[in-house]
Nanobody
Framework: QVQLVESGGGLVQAGGSLRLSCTAS????????MGWYRQAPGKQRDLVAD???????NYADSVKGRFTISRDNAKNTVYLQMNSLEPEDTAVYYC?????????????WGKGTLVTVSS
């Protein structure tokens, strides 16, 4: 099993910044992508950004230019730097690890951390 522990959520004013962190432990697939999804009240859970071990990144259009994802492979940790936050970014943010290649289909989730952006 894989355990994911998130931190860094909170309340921030519009235009502010937050940094989310997520550390994975356990039987992590060696070929993987780590990422962040978010779910606002009454909406589906959507990808925010993800990153492979090799550094290939993928962002939702709504966060391009404002959010930056990075990871430390040695620490099995992924970060999401969120700048220029908007009230529309308010959501529960979930960390995700998914297997790639031969590990495709493995999919693990954190419990989520709440980000609230006030106007």
């Amino acid at each position: 099993q894989v355990q994911l522990v998130e931190s860094g959520g909170g309340l921030v004013q519009a235009g502010g910044s937050l940094r989310l962190s997520c550390t994975a432990s356990g039987s992590i697939p060696s070929n993987n992508a780590m990422g962040w999804y978010r779910q606002a009240p009454g909406k589906q859970r959507d990808l925010v950004a993800d990153i492979t071990r090799g550094g290939s990144r993928n962002y939702a259009d709504s966060v391009k230019g404002r959010f930056t994802i990075s990871r430390d492979n040695a620490k099995n940790t992924v970060y999401l730097q969120m700048n220029s936050l908007e009230p529309e970014d308010t959501a529960v943010y979930y960390c995700n690890v998914r297997g790639l290649g031969l590990s495709f289909g493995m999919d693990y989730w954190g419990k989520g951390t709440l980000v609230t952006v006030s106007s």
